[in-house]
């Protein structure tokens, strides 16, 4: 019987990676209450996933997380900016019920996941299409060459205690790229680097952080399932795993995009 080759997983992946594309690139394009169903969807799954790393046993646990997701990302789109905060506190409370294990990973990580999906809705509907798209192309480009830099060229591993098949190749390839990507949107996003915009200069540079961002995103999901002793967060994607496999590189740049949000208006 011959051994499995690196590439065996390569086909469920683009399978799996057509159809995302085509659904979440159809949201972003069309905006509004399309893209706002789609982040919110997106933040219940990952919800209902982070709990059940958690609390595996429960699995009304995990679909009342995935509620409380729903309902708190919609009150903060519907009601003014000063309930934003107490929402958030009460998300947090609420949703450290229905977890049991792992509270003091989980529950950072599912501060962020909330925190990223409100940077997610607000550099759409408030920044545009351009800097959206700008923002998936750094995410995806980084986990393309890092995918395939990692494979072909191998060598010495980034965090081989968290995350054992990440190179420092595929690592630095995710920074040749974004910052490739980085280039290619300067005539696109000129207004946002003029006036400071979301990376606050250059924009190859901010393209370089916000791949970093993304590959530290993997890793501390890598680092929670390890915790959890699963190999997947679930098995919703074929070739993928479950949405905070697929997405958990997009929760750490959208974070630095959330947290520049709130930095730059003080600088």
Known sequence: MSEPSKWDDLGPRLGSAVVMVALGGGA?????LWFLALVVLALAVMLWELVRLSNPDKATAALQAGALGVVSLGLVQVLPPIFTLPIAGAFLIIFR??????????????????????????????????????????VIVTDMAGYF??????????????????????????????????????????????????????????????????????????????????????????GHGGLLDRFDGMIGAALMISLWGLIEPLL
């Not at 972003?28 to 509004?32: S, V």
């Not at 970093?212 to 993997?218: E, K, V, Y």
């Open 28 to 32: 972003i394009w069309a905006g509004g």
């Open 149 to 238: 830099a990692g494979r072909m060229i191998g060598g010495p591993k980034f965090w081989p205690a968290i995350s054992p098949k990440k190179t420092w190749s595929g690592t630095v390839a995710g920074w040749l790229g974004a910052a490739l990507v980085g280039y290619m949107f300067v005539p696109q996003l000129a207004e946002f680097i003029d006036e400071g915009g979301a990376v606050g200069g250059s924009l190859v540079i901010g393209s370089v952080l916000l791949s970093f961002a993304s590959q530290m995103g993997d890793i501390a999901e890598s680092a929670i399932k390890r915790r959890a002793g699963v190999k997947d967060a679930s098995n919703l994607i074929p």
């Open 97 to 138: 019920g229905l977890t049991r294990n792992l509270r003091a990973i989980v529950m950072p990580y599912a501060a962020v996941i909330w925190l990223a999906c409100m940077g997610l809705l607000s550099l759409r509907l408030e920044g545009g299409l351009m800097p959206m798209l700008w923002l998936v192309s750094v």
